[in-house]
């Protein structure tokens, strides 16, 4: 009898010691490259490495690049072998040196744990976007100098010149607006097109998750307080000629997955260009539009 109850003892309670698995182990994930000394050149491929605990080969880990807490580019989702190479970024992403690349990991064995990670601050070189913006100051700047040569005259004719250059002045703020209702406005590209009416079409960017935005030209609202889906929703608008015409994504609220990501399609009917927006209640993403002359 004594025998049978030290056999019970020993089945029953070594039952319940912890089993150590790896399913019980937390989830991370560490990349490992791009790095706080990296450089990524547009237009050269680049490649991410990262290392993982805890999640199988066969998951996917997604990955995203963002400057100043802004997707810039979903890089794309990738399944778990540690590396990816030959990855391309978009050409309108501008030089600078504090971008990130945030990691996630997709569907997760426990959806309360879900592996994520946030590079060191990293710089990218776009040499092509540095020179049109080169040129964009230097003819902004031809204009001002342009606009101050005024004609000499009678003081009724200086008042008319004042007058005329004040507009012209207050056209050219417009073109490289600064901010709107209190929200910065950042140019990512600049487009032109052989006709001033043109078509544009946005739908969200990623994974519908309740974005509402509407879309600004030249400061005038074109579409409303639009909920986003994977719908495309297009609506035909008609360039001013005579300048740079800026469209702007204006987000009113961030969805469940900040911030507002717009995918963006612009076409005259021969030339069609693709373009990614992105907004939060403090900043707003701009393109300009000018018309071929």
């Known amino acids: 009898m004594r025998v049978l109850f030290l056999l019970f003892f020993c089945l029953f309670f070594g039952s319940m010691r912890p089993q150590n698995s790896s399913s019980d182990k937390k989830s991370v994930i560490v990349i ?5 000394n990296t450089v990524w050149t547009i237009p050269e491929r680049v490649k991410l490495e990262w290392s993982t605990i805890a999640i199988d080969s066969t998951k996917f880990i997604r990955f995203f690049l963002v400057r100043d807490e802004m997707v810039v580019q979903e890089l ?12 391309r970024l978009a050409k309108n992403i501008g030089s600078g040196n504090r971008y990130q690349v945030v990691g ?14 946030v590079t060191p601050y990293f710089a990218i070189a776009n040499p092509e976007s540095d020179e049109r913006k080169r040129k964009q100051e230097l003819a902004n700047t031809n204009i001002f100098v342009k606009n101050d040569k005024r004609p000499k005259g009678s003081k009724e004719q200086m ?16 073109y490289t607006r600064q901010e709107f209702e209190g929200r910065k406005i950042s140019y990512t590209k600049e487009l032109i097109f052989d006709s001033e009416n043109i078509m544009v079409k946005i739908w969200d960017h990623g994974r519908e998750d309740g974005d509402i935005v509407s ?12 909920y986003l889906t994977y ?63």
Not at 77 to 87: A, M, T, V, Y
Not at 159 to 174: C, F, L, W
């Open 159 to 174: 008042v008319k010149n004042d007058v005329a250059t004040q507009n012209e002045e207050k056209e050219i703020k417009t």
């Open 32 to 36: 490992t490259q791009p790095n706080q």
């Open 231 to 293: 719908a495309k929703k297009a609506f035909d608008i008609k360039l001013n000629p005579n300048k740079a015409n800026d469209l702007f994504l204006f987000a009113h609220n961030l969805g469940s997955s900040p911030p507002n990501t717009v995918s963006v399609e612009i076409t005259d009917g021969n030339t069609s260009e693709k373009i990614i927006l992105n907004s939060d209640l403090q900043s707003c993403e701009a393109v300009l539009i000018s018309v071929k002359k």
């Open 76 to 87: 794309g989702s990738f399944r778990n072998i540690q590396s990816k190479n030959g990855i």
């Open 104 to 117: 996630m990991e997709l569907f997760p064995d426990d959806k309360y744990q879900v592996a994520k990670f």
């Open 215 to 226: 879309i600004y030209l030249n400061g005038v609202s074109v579409v409303s307080k639009h």
